[in-house]
């Protein structure tokens, strides 16, 4: 059993950064996919960034060039660093993961077993 705690959020103005961490716990944390999806209000929850289980990251297009997915197996933690935030990435962001081995993260949201509550991200023009 894994359980993800999301922190990090909070209100940034246009252009501004955050960095968002997931803390796991339970076992095999340096086995687990890691996802980060992220929810608008009145949009369906979107992939935004994943960490493999062999640590190999992959993002979503809107998120080349601005966002990092990154984690550190000593503090059981996934961040995701975004950069240059706009109005539109102004949702609820929550992590995912899973131990499911597949040849890339999966960006449906039933390839994951386990969810955090999520942290509220809003930018501010």
């Known amino acids: 059993q894994v359980q993800l705690v999301e922190s990090g959020g909070g209100l940034v103005q246009v252009g501004g950064s955050l960095r968002l961490s997931c803390a796991a716990s339970?076992?095999?944390?340096?086995?687990?996919?890691f996802t980060w999806f992220r929810q608008a209000p009145g949009k369906e929850r979107e992939f935004v960034a994943a960490t493999s289980w062999t640590w190999t990251p992959y993002y979503g297009d809107f998120a080349k060039g601005r966002f990092t997915i990154s984690r550190d197996s000593t503090k059981n933690t996934v961040y995701l660093e975004m950069n240059s935030l706009k109005p539109e990435d102004t949702a609820l962001y929550s992590c995912a993961a899973t131990l499911r081995r597949t040849l890339e993260p999966g960006r449906a949201l039933d390839d994951y077993d386990y969810w955090g509550q999520g942290t509220q991200v809003t930018v501010s023009s």
């Open positions: 339970g076992p095999d944390f340096s086995v687990h996919t």
